[in-house]
């Protein structure tokens, strides 16, 4: 076998390799990407503070989310998110999240004191 064809056939390999092992990955998480891991819930809520207070506990005219029943904060999101709600930015930035990421959202703020 030349330099060249042994060359070819470890590219072959480790792109085998590869394929293989992100199968795998996908097999073992198939929802990974579907909403934010835990630990990075404060992280993706800061979004809300710049209105909302941080971890939602609002000292202003825009309602705190903070220990809101999850189910009343799912369904306003989803309201905004589909024009049903009317506001004046909410309906925008709704429409910027996934529903798992609303459910996220809403399950991070309910349980805030």
């Known amino acids: 076998m030349s330099f060249f064809n042994q060359g070819?056939?470890?590219?072959?390999?480790s792109l085998a390799l590869v394929g293989t092992l992100t199968a795998l990955a996908a097999l073992a998480e198939p929802n990974l990407a579907a909403a934010p891991a835990p630990a990075l819930t404060p992280y993706f809520a800061a979004n809300c503070a710049n209105c909302h207070g941080t971890d939602g506990k609002a000292a202003s005219a825009i309602p705190p989310l903070a220990g809101?029943?999850?189910a009343y904060l799912e369904q306003s999101m989803q309201a905004f998110k589909t024009g049903a709600r009317?506001?004046?930015?909410?309906h925008q930035l709704a429409k910027g999240y996934t529903d798992e990421e609303i459910a996220v959202l809403a399950e991070y703020f309910a349980?805030?004191?």
């Open 111 to 113: 349980k805030q004191k």
């Open 8 to 13: 070819v056939a470890m590219q072959k390999l």
């Open 86 to 90: 009317p506001a004046t930015i909410m």
């Open 68 to 70: 809101r029943d999850r």
